[in-house]
C-alpha cells in the first residue's frame, strides 16, 4: 500500500514459527491461494488501516494482488474458512 513502510519483524523468528512454504512476506504478503481451513493457526503482523467509511472500519494492510486493495477487513476473516486460533498484531487496529 502506498506510504506504508513494511513492518519491521524478525524474519527469522518467524521462519521458526511457520513452514518456509507458508511464511508471506513483502510483496509476497497477500491472501491469494490460502487455504486457511487446513491450519491450526493464522498469525498476521501487520499495519492496521482505519476506513472510516465502513461499517466495520478496522482493516488490516496486506501487500495487494491483482485487482485486490490488499485491505482486509473482520467481515472477510468471517467469510473466509478461518483456523481455531488467529493472531493479530497490528497497529492502528483499536481506532
Same mark, same amino acid.
Given at each position: 500500500? @502506498?506510504?506504508?513502510?513494511? =513492518?519491521?519483524?524478525? !524474519? ?22 490460502? @487455504? ?8 498476521? =503482523? ?13 482493516? =488490516? ?16 476473516? !468471517? ?17
Amino acid at each position: 500500500m @502506498d506510504g506504508l513502510d513494511l =513492518v519491521p519483524a524478525d !524474519e527469522r523468528l518467524l521462519r521458526d514459527l511457520a513452514s518456509p512454504a507458508r511464511l508471506r512476506t513483502g510483496a509476497e504478503a497477500h491472501t491469494h491461494g490460502l @487455504d486457511l481451513e487446513r491450519d491450526s493457526v493464522l498469525a498476521i =503482523v501487520a499495519h492496521g488501516v482505519y476506513v472510516g467509511s465502513d461499517r466495520r472500519p478496522a482493516h =488490516v494492510a496486506l501487500a495487494p494482488y491483482g485487482g485486490d486493495d490488499g485491505l482486509l477487513g473482520s467481515s472477510d476473516l !468471517e467469510a473466509g474458512g478461518l483456523p481455531p486460533l488467529v493472531l493479530l498484531l497490528t497497529c492502528q487496529a483499536a481506532n
